[in-house]
Each structure stands twice: as C-alpha cells, then as structure tokens.
T-cell receptor
Framework: EDQVTQSPEALRLQEGESSSLNCSYTVSGLRGLFWYRQDPGKGPEFLFT???AGEEKEKERLKATLTKKESFLHITAPKPEDSATYLC?????????????FGDGTTLTVKP | NAGVTQTPKFQVLKTGQSMTLQCAQD?????MSWYRQDPGMGLRLIHY???????DQGEVPNGYNVSRSTTEDFPLRLLSAAPSQTSVYFC?????????????FGPGTRLTVT
C-alpha cells in the first residue's frame, strides 16, 4: 500500500529564515511525486512533479528535491505570502494514472 | 481556459437526501478524480476516471457514485447523505504525456450534512 508522511505538521518561520519540509513515501514503483500549495478555502495549486531520484525543480523561492525514499521542499528566504499548506502526493507505477496518494500536509506560517 | 470548475461552492443537506456535485474541465485532460478533504488531513481519493466511460474506485468510495459520459464532465453523486460525508470535495483533472504528469484542482465544494 502506498504511503506518504509529511513533517513537520506545522512550521513557523520568520521572514527570511530558510527551512525545509519533508515528504517520506513508500511505493512499489514511482510514477511521480507531486508538490502542491493550498491556501485556506482554495483548491490545491500544482507546483512540481518529480520523476526520479536526483531530480530537482525550482520555482521562485521553492526548490524540490527527490531521493528514493523522500522529497524535500526547500524554502529560501521566505516571505509572508509563502504562508500556506504544502501537500505532497505520489503516484504508483502499478496503478492507473489519476490515482494519487496524499500526505496530510505541512502548514507553513511566515511572520514578517 | 476556465480550468476545472465545480458547482455548487457550498451545500447543506439533511441526512438521507441525495445530490450531485458537478465538475467540468476544458483542458481535454483524459484523467479526472474526486477527492475529499477533512480538517487537518490531506486528500483522500473517492473515485477516478481514466477516460470517458471508464471509472474506478479510490480509497473511500462507499456512499458515492460517478459516471463519465464525456471527456469534460465528471459528476459525483451522493446517494443518501450521512453526517460522515460532511467534508470539502475537490475535483481534479490531469494528463500524462511523454512520461510527464500534472494534475489540476477545482476550487472545491464545501458540503455539510445535518
């Protein structure tokens, strides 16, 4: 059974204080690992898909990395507008595309 | 493009009532999915579709039905609403092309069952 565990559950940072969010996963074969940003009352917003160990992707102050067991979302010099819940999800190669397993998310608060 | 649209945005039902949550996408994506999100939790897959006429169950399918007669639409039917179905429901559409995969979500429907 596919599993995704995100840590920490909540993270409070000062503006400019860099940190990382963790996503540990278990799948029989990885089709892709996905990161989403979710603002209160909104649907998840797609950020990245990572496909193989060693891959990295960047978007503004966010950088996602992938190993065979986990992914990190690095946030460099965060700003208050980066405050949101960040969700990680995986798709297993042995299931149909369209079937993702999500973690419970990390709620990031960035104080000015 | 409107992306993924969902209606209604809010709904209150009484126990035992039935209703349909609507979802539509205009990106010609082959895959569509329904998730529910409960407070403090991630998304759990209810049903999904890999193309028109093809649907399958996800992690929490009981009490819900789906059908997909067109590429664009993927309605979710609650057969007999129960308080345990109080949640926020998200529809998503996605594509897989040349080994690349991306998924996009609608704004959600907040359902309360009393």
């Amino acid at each position: 059974e596919d599993q995704v565990t995100q840590s920490p559950e909540a993270l409070r940072l000062q503006e400019g204080e860099s940190s990382s969010l963790n996503c540990s996963y278990t799948v029989s074969g990885l089709r892709g690992l996905f990161w989403y940003r979710q603002d209160p009352g909104k649907g998840p917003e797609f950020l990245f898909t990572l496909y193989s160990a060693g891959e990295e992707k960047e978007k503004e102050r966010l950088k996602a990395t992938l190993t065979k067991k986990e992914s990190f979302l690095h946030i460099t010099a965060p700003k208050p507008e980066d405050s949101a819940t960040y969700l990680c999800a995986v798709q297993d190669l042995n299931t149909n595309a369209g079937k993702s397993t999500f973690g419970d998310g990390t709620t990031l608060t960035v104080k000015p | 493009n409107a992306g993924v649209t969902q209606t209604p945005k809010f709904q209150v039902l009484k126990t035992g009532q039935s209703m349909t949550l609507q979802c539509a996408q205009d990106m010609n994506h082959e895959y569509m999915s329904w998730y529910r999100q409960d407070p403090g939790m991630g998304l759990r897959l209810i049903h999904y579709s890999v193309g028109a006429g093809i649907t399958d169950q996800g992690e929490v399918p009981n009490g819900y039905n789906v059908s997909r007669s067109t590429t664009e639409d993927f309605p979710l039917r609650l057969l007999s609403a129960a308080p345990s179905q109080t949640s926020v429901y998200f529809c998503a559409s996605s594509y897989s092309e040349a080994g690349r995969y991306e998924q996009y979500f609608g704004p959600g429907t907040r359902l309360t069952v009393t």
